[in-house]
């Protein structure tokens, strides 16, 4: 069995700070998408400002381990 690595002191729907900075212009649009996701168990959402798919914490956090990607939404202190 893999290791687990250990989550990050942040709720799973706020995304690492300097991965989408509170001043970002459409933060509460991304943030709505992540939710939106988050809640229903998805394993990511487009990203309104890029049009990427970007992976949600939820998605993140079942995997045990951080990829070392810098994922904005990396639940994991390994990637905070």
Same mark, same amino acid.
């Given at each position: 069995?893999?290791?687990?690595?250990?989550?990050?002191?942040?709720?799973? +729907?706020?995304?690492?700070?300097?991965?989408?900075?509170?001043?970002?212009?459409?933060?509460?649009?991304?943030?709505?998408?992540?939710?939106?996701?988050?809640?229903?168990?998805?394993?990511?959402?487009l990203?309104?400002? +890029?049009?990427?798919?970007?992976? +949600?914490? *939820?998605?993140?956090?079942?995997?045990? +381990?951080?990829?070392?990607?810098?994922?904005?939404h990396?639940?994991?202190?390994? *990637?905070?």
């Amino acid at each position: 069995m893999e290791p687990v690595d250990e989550r990050a002191p942040r709720e799973l +729907t706020e995304p690492h700070p300097s991965r989408l900075p509170l001043d970002h212009p459409r933060r509460a649009q991304i943030l709505a998408a992540h939710d939106a996701a988050f809640e229903a168990g998805e394993a990511g959402y487009l990203d309104p400002d +890029t049009g990427l798919f970007v992976l +949600t914490a *939820g998605f993140l956090a079942r995997r045990g +381990t951080c990829c070392g990607r810098g994922c904005r939404h990396c639940p994991y202190t390994n *990637g905070a």
